[in-house]
């Protein structure tokens, strides 16, 4: 069985950086063809894509968020994580990691962490 467990800071101050980890548990952050993906739902709005990172390290942002969003993996400890830099209140959401077996588009995302709630305020 697959499981996503998000990480992270539940209070961020705006303009602060926010950082999230994604621990993977039963299967490889490096399976081949697999995309491992960022997606967060704010208050009152619809799920968003926000960005994956691909088994090869490659990587793929929304591109209304690609000037301060950066995706990165650790192979070693089988995680990947989310930074944002200087977030606004309106980055408070519940952000999620999911994974996809192949382009997200195309394959969906079939296994999702239970997410974790981000708030941003003074």
């Known amino acids: 069985q697959v499981y996503l467990q998000e990480s992270g800071p539940g209070l961020v101050k705006p303009s602060q950086a926010l950082s999230l980890t994604c621990t993977i548990s039963g299967d490889s952050i490096s399976r081949r063809y697999y995309y491992w993906n960022w997606i967060r739902q704010s208050p009152g709005k619809g799920l968003e894509w926000m960005g994956a990172?691909?088994?090869?390290?490659?990587?793929y942002y929304n591109p209304s968020l690609k000037t301060y969003i950066s995706i990165s993996s650790d192979t070693s400890g089988n995680q990947f994580s989310l930074q944002l830099s200087s977030v606004t209140p309106e980055d408070t959401a519940v952000y999620y990691c999911a994974r996809s077996q192949g382009t997200p588009a195309d394959y969906g995302l079939d296994y999702w962490g239970k997410g974790t709630l981000v708030t941003v305020s003074p």
């Open positions: 990172i691909r088994y090869d390290g490659s990587t």
